[in-house]
């Protein structure tokens, strides 16, 4: 008799889902989707393209693969149904990959809800935008360490997040962030305390002129800056809870985006 293995029945998710958007009439409209496994993609009066993952949360072996291309001169926001979770793993790192193209001339919002990471999760995420000629960019990345309102405490930890965003061959912004047991536990060099942080990068040829704005917006609930390059505006928020950090998020985003957020975003 052949011995049992419970791990050998454990299930893993995968799922794959790519959208490419066009022009017609002089708007942008949905050309191409795949869907596959645990990924789906929907799209709203053709201005927001919807990701989803449908089960549920991440953990070691899973994949999921989201994937945007826009034509020239299209102007899209893109965004996440929901929180995306990494839970606990015992069986190796989950997958998560981002890949998106903006052709010359267009536009791209991508603002996901918040990725929560739960104690003892793997992750490994990897992020990729290519700029055409002239394109612009705005993407907002948030994590947060459990949940607070469920007392939840992460103290292990494995997770690499690395993003990449060129114009052609040319980068124009590259960070790699590594959270584990001595990162949360390092003091200013690290978490220092905080259980959500967030990352805005606004890459456009008039991005610095919204420093001014941006700070005098930022305000003292939690602990945030901005600083701007030419062409790039940078900015950090970091809080003891999730809910602070959205709603400042949230006022930062409509701020720079200058139209509401996306409608399944909940504030």
Same mark, same amino acid.
């Given at each position: 008799m052949?011995?049992?293995s419970?791990?050998?029945?454990?299930?893993?998710?995968?799922?794959?889902?790519?959208?490419?958007?066009g022009?017609?009439?002089?708007?942008?409209?949905?050309? %191409?989707?795949?869907?596959?496994?645990?990924?789906?993609?929907?799209?709203?009066?053709?201005?927001e393209?919807?990701?989803?993952?449908?089960?549920?949360?991440?953990?070691?072996?899973?994949?999921?693969?989201?994937?945007?291309?826009?034509?020239?001169?299209?102007?899209?926001?893109?965004?996440?149904?929901?929180?995306?979770?990494?839970?606990?793993s015992?069986?190796?790192?989950?997958?998560?990959s981002?890949?998106?193209?903006?052709g010359?001339?267009?536009?791209?919002?991508?603002?996901?809800? !918040?990725?929560?990471?739960?104690?003892?999760?793997?992750?490994?995420?990897?992020?990729?935008?290519?700029?055409?000629?002239?394109?612009?960019?705005?993407?907002?990345?948030?994590l947060?360490?459990?949940?607070?309102?469920?007392? !939840?405490?992460v103290?292990?930890?494995?997770?690499?997040?690395?993003?990449?965003?060129?114009r052609?061959d040319?980068?124009?912004?590259? !960070?790699?962030?590594?959270?584990?047991?001595?990162?949360l536990?390092?003091?200013?060099?690290?978490?220092?305390?905080?259980?959500?942080?967030?990352?805005?990068?606004?890459i456009?040829? %008039?991005?610095?002129d919204?420093?001014?704005?941006?700070?005098?917006?930022?305000?003292?609930?939690?602990?945030?800056?901005?600083?701007?390059?030419?062409?790039?505006l940078?900015?950090?928020?970091?809080?003891r809870?999730?809910?602070?950090?959205?709603?400042?998020?949230?006022?930062?985003?409509?701020?720079?985006?200058?139209?509401?957020?996306?409608?399944?975003?909940?504030i």
């Amino acid at each position: 008799m052949t011995a049992y293995s419970p791990i050998h029945l454990h299930q893993r998710s995968a799922g794959i889902a790519n959208a490419r958007f066009g022009m017609r009439n002089g708007q942008a409209r949905l050309m %191409d989707l795949r869907q596959q496994g645990s990924a789906k993609l929907f799209v709203l009066d053709q201005r927001e393209a919807v990701f989803l993952n449908t089960s549920g949360g991440l953990t070691g072996g899973d994949t999921l693969e989201y994937g945007l291309t826009l034509a020239p001169g299209a102007r899209i926001t893109a965004t996440t149904q929901t929180a995306e979770r990494a839970y606990r793993s015992t069986t190796g790192a989950a997958q998560i990959s981002v890949q998106m193209t903006v052709g010359a001339g267009g536009h791209l919002d991508w603002v996901p809800q !918040e990725t929560i990471l739960f104690e003892r999760a793997q992750a490994r995420r990897r992020t990729e935008i290519t700029l055409g000629e002239g394109a612009t960019f705005l993407m907002a990345e948030t994590l947060v360490l459990g949940r607070a309102a469920m007392d !939840e405490t992460v103290t292990t930890l494995d997770f690499h997040d690395w993003r990449m965003i060129r114009r052609g061959d040319t980068p124009l912004h590259a !960070e790699a962030l590594r959270l584990d047991v001595a990162r949360l536990e390092t003091g200013a060099a690290g978490m220092d305390g905080a259980r959500a942080i967030a990352t805005v990068v606004l890459i456009a040829p %008039d991005a610095a002129d919204a420093l001014a704005p941006v700070r005098a917006a930022l305000g003292d609930e939690i602990r945030a800056a901005a600083s701007a390059l030419e062409g790039r505006l940078v900015i950090r928020l970091m809080a003891r809870d999730g809910w602070p950090l959205r709603r400042k998020l949230a006022q930062i985003l409509t701020l720079l985006r200058r139209a509401p957020l996306p409608r399944v975003w909940q504030i």
